[in-house]
């Protein structure tokens, strides 16, 4: 469903010299299995998670997703891509503050189609529990229920991968756990993958599948070694 193979990426320091950021030979998921990402700040994890996504490109290297090289398309085109076929959880939420939690759930559609799907909208507001919230703003909502119509947008488009970038750290604890099971139960519903990046070992328990990103990324274990030297 998702290989990466041979990712790099570097980014410009203020005097000109080159940093490292990534350098994995290979990270694969297959379709349906859901995982966490573990990593320390500054390891690069939401890079890995934009270069996936194709918000960003890597210096080198392949990002296949259901056998499509989203590197190899145009910016247009991996925005598309994203569009339709990736859902993406960000950790602020990037909600819409004009448009109400069915409109943030119905744009989601029509920036990938140019058409929506109300009864899907509503159906998925249902399945998060804020149906009876449909029409407020985000601002009228609180953080957990903000978060939750995050997801349900990000479910909009049938995706074939979800990515959800630390969904707990704004949550009060009385609603971590609800999210996660809210993203794992409806992932599994549509057979979608999901990655998790979380810092939570409360979180990461739960998975059959953590990865550390510190311990397949080879550019991470090269600055470390130069910093012990």
């Given amino acids: 469903m998702l290989l990466l193979t041979n990712i790099r990426k570097s980014f410009r320091e203020p005097d000109g010299s080159t940093l490292p950021i ?16 573990l990593g320390s700040s500054g390891s690069g994890k939401t890079t890995l998670l934009h270069i996936i996504a194709g918000i960003s490109n890597p ?13 190899r398309l145009p910016e247009a085109g991996r925005d598309r891509f994203r569009a339709e076929r990736i859902g993406y959880v960000f950790q602020t ?5 004009a448009f109400s939690a069915l409109e943030n759930v119905l744009l989601g559609m029509t920036f ?26 985000p601002n009228q909502l609180s953080v957990g229920e903000q978060q939750r119509v995050a997801v349900a947008r990000a479910l909009a488009n049938r995706p ?8 707990t ?9 609800q999210i996660v099971d809210l993203l794992r139960d409806t992932c ?6 999901l990655i998790i990046v979380t810092h939570d070992p409360a979180v990461s328990s739960q998975f059959d599948r953590v990865e550390n990103l ?4 080879r550019a991470g274990k090269s600055v470390a070694g130069s910093a012990a030297e």
């Fill in 22 to 37: 990534l350098d994995i030979p290979q990270f694969e998921v297959p379709t349906g299995q859901q995982m966490v990402l």
């Fill in 59 to 71: 210096d080198a290297g392949s990002v296949e997703i259901d056998g499509l090289d989203i590197t």
């Fill in 93 to 97: 939420f990037n909600l819409l503050p």
């Fill in 112 to 137: 990938s189609r140019g058409a929506s799907d109300r009864a899907r909208a509503r159906k998925l507001l249902e399945r998060v529990d804020v149906d009876h919230r449909a029409s407020h703003k």
């Fill in 160 to 167: 074939s991968l979800m990515l959800a970038d630390e969904p």
């Fill in 169 to 177: 750290a704004n949550i009060g604890a009385a609603h971590q756990q």
């Fill in 188 to 193: 599994r519903e549509e057979n979608v993958a």
């Fill in 214 to 217: 510190e311990e397949m990324n």
